[in-house]
């Protein structure tokens, strides 16, 4: 199995930057697609975007597209999310989730990850 590890969470104000970063340990990363979720309080996990196992294919849900990037370094076994021109309302802890499935495949359903980090904080201050 696959060890997830979320990093790069802290406050930051509207309008700025963040580039969370996605760890794996245990197997190689080349062998997941990944996907990037958040829950903030009192809501329920929201998918943000994934990314294919190859690194040729995402998908963003629709708040976040034309700000949000997620991209991998699988000699790295790393899967990055850059999120630019941020929200008050994209204030939430941040999943990644690992899915075993074939190379040009993703997932927009948390149910289907088979892995997930413990999540990193990201707080948007307006």
């Known amino acids: 199995q696959v060890q997830l590890v979320e990093s790069g969470g802290e406050l930051v104000q509207a309008g700025g930057s963040l580039r969370l970063s996605c760890a794996a340990s245990?197997?190689?990363?080349?062998?997941?697609?990944m996907g990037w979720f958040r829950q903030a309080p009192g809501k329920e996990l929201e998918f943000v975007g994934c990314?294919?196992?190859?690194?040729?294919?995402?998908s963003y849900t629709d708040s976040v597209k034309g700000r949000f990037t997620i991209s991998r370094d699988n000699t790295k076994n790393t899967v990055y999310l850059q999120m630019n021109s941020l929200k008050p309302g994209d204030t939430a802890a941040y999943y990644c989730?690992?899915?075993?499935?074939?190379?040009?495949?993703?997932?927009?359903?948390?149910?289907?990850?088979?892995?997930w980090g413990q999540g990193t904080q990201v707080t948007v201050s307006s």
């Open positions: 990314i294919s196992r190859n690194g040729g294919s995402t």
């Open positions: 989730a690992a899915d075993s499935v074939p190379v040009w495949v993703t997932s927009r359903k948390a149910n289907e990850y088979d892995y």
């Open positions: 245990g197997r190689p990363l080349s062998s997941y697609a």
